[in-house]
């Protein structure tokens, strides 16, 4: 790696292809109604609003994604990996999309619907601490990079309260992931580097 660095660009055009394959595959989980007419649009649309929230995750991560690399002139090898990692935590989330469509949102399925956004989260989170963590070396850490760790936060206290209201309702777990889309939508931090 020290002879062949890998840029931000390069690390973010990988993510970038990545992501886009997982907005495709989810896409394919949507199937034509057998009924025609206003009652088969009825009948799908609990799975278009369940494919609309997993589009919403993954176009959060995307733009939260671009902003968070744009920051740094490189990447090491803990930014390397805990991308990777977080990925991976993604990948997963068109697997259990089609899970819940499949079984109707079901209690079980919202759970472990809301067990990925979980895992997601965690995983995102620990690629913005590698993120702050080489922005601390390089004294470029911003007042927003305090808020947006609280936004973690405030998101994995979500996530593990909408786990056990999936058993309630499974519409209360979807509302709680939902909620978190609201506190992603802008990146809290400066994107623009502060003047030398």
Do not use: C
């Not at 886009?20 to 206003?38: F, Q, S």
């Not at 620990?126 to 601390?136: D, E």
């Not at 593990?160 to 931090?189: E, K, Q």
Request: aromatic share 12%.
């Amino acid at each position: 790696m020290a002879n062949h660095p890998v840029t931000p660009a390069r690390t973010e055009a990988f993510s970038d292809g990545v992501i886009a394959i997982i907005i495709t595959i989810m896409v394919l989980e949507l199937k034509i109604p057998h009924i025609d007419g206003w009652e088969g649009l009825r009948s799908i649309l609990p799975i278009l609003g369940v494919y609309a929230l997993s589009f919403l995750f993954t176009s959060m991560y995307w733009v939260n994604h671009h902003a968070m690399i744009h920051r740094i002139p490189t990447v090491n090898h803990r930014i390397l990996w805990t991308n990777l990692f977080f990925l991976f935590t993604l990948s997963l989330l068109p697997f259990f999309t089609g899970w819940v469509i499949e079984h109707r949102m079901s209690s079980f399925s919202a759970a472990l619907y809301a067990v990925t956004l979980l895992v997601q989260a965690l995983g995102f989170m620990s690629l913005r601490l590698a993120v702050n963590s080489l922005l601390a070396e390089q004294g470029e850490l911003e007042p927003a990079d305090h808020a947006t760790r609280r936004k973690h936060v405030m998101s994995i206290a979500l996530y593990l309260l909408a786990i056990p209201a999936a058993y309630l309702r499974p519409w209360i777990s979807f509302l709680l992931a939902a909620v978190v889309t609201t506190l992603w939508v802008t990146p809290t931090f400066a994107t623009r580097r502060r003047p030398s």
